[in-house]
């Protein structure tokens, strides 16, 4: 694994779209910009999701990315509001279809089993374990900016597992990589 | 209304997904292209959503579409089709925005009521209609194809009432129409 890897994470909704991006050089994953696209007063639709697609591929540009990874949730409320996400969906992956960046998706339990070791962590546990993962300063107030970041860095974790190869299980796992095992 | 405007019109599904285009040279609408992906034989989801963004493109491309006009049920069976419909959609939508071609939705009973007068016709019967306005040999054997056409057309037809202005009611817009009154 010697050639550079930038992951964009994303969190696609259609009031905050959360985004994340990481260097991953050698075996260290590098912060390169987190934040979030603010959509909540924005009322006509197709606004929204211009937004999200134009952003999408503008950070792309920006940070030559080469793989997307998308939080997406398979279950929902209701019929009409998954109808929305997966139009949110839809146009950040058109946006690495474009730019021919493969894709990723994680459920959020995945992502937060990832980053936290538990699938239930609240968004600030996450954050907190982000902070850490990552060396940024500060927690920002808005968690959906850590959203992004978590899907990003959990691709990274998992395109590891999937480079490193044949684990037989989650202990074989532990015991191939110690450095990875929090110390008590 | 003497400038040409071309409409695409897009019946998104995973499965199958319809498309058509229609010119406006004057008043009357004249078929460009029309016909569906066969989606059904590809198992990998995005490959599905690739393919469903690069034919809108590239039909936008090829026939200079100025609107894309998209059928969009609100209401399904459940939120797991639901997502894979805004995903499909949300490719569509955003193929449209990445080349500045404005969008526009319609509902399958709208688009039935626009073409035949009766928003519980069947596909064959929206056939048929659609066979006699736009004048085509024969009807495709794949009623997807149909779909499509017939969402550019519902468009036109809109379209030519908001471009007409303004009728207070039905009445006034059949007052005003009296070439678009089926007679007996």
Redesign the interface.
């Known amino acids: 694994m010697s050639e550079i890897k930038t992951i964009l994470g994303i969190d696609p909704g259609t009031i905050f779209t959360g985004y994340g991006v990481i260097n991953i050089i050698g075996k260290t994953p590098q912060i390169e910009n987190f934040g979030y696209l603010d959509l909540s007063k924005i009322s006509d639709p197709?606004e929204k999701?211009?937004m999200i697609?134009?952003r999408t591929i503008q950070l792309i540009d920006e940070y030559n990315v080469t793989e997307l990874a998308i939080e997406a949730p398979?279950?929902?409320k209701?019929?009409?509001s998954?109808?929305?996400?997966?139009?949110?969906?839809?146009?950040s992956?058109?946006?690495a279809?474009?730019r021919e960046v493969e894709?990723f998706e994680y459920s959020p339990r995945k992502i937060k089993m990832a980053i936290t070791g538990n699938g239930n962590a609240s968004k600030e546990q996450v954050a907190v374990f982000l902070k850490n993962i990552l060396k940024f300063d500060e927690i920002p107030k808005k968690l959906d900016a850590t959203d992004g970041l978590a899907v990003a860095v959990c691709h990274y974790y998992q395109s590891k597992i999937v480079t490193g190869g044949s684990y037989k299980s989650w202990k074989d796992f532990i015991n191939k990589n110690p450095d990875r095992v929090k110390k008590k």
Chains 1, 2 share one sequence.
Request: charged letters at 10%; hydrophobic letters at 55%.
């Open positions: 197709y999701l211009k697609f134009h398979f279950f929902g209701n019929v009409q998954m109808l929305k996400l997966g139009r949110a969906q839809g146009v992956i058109a946006a279809l474009s894709v």
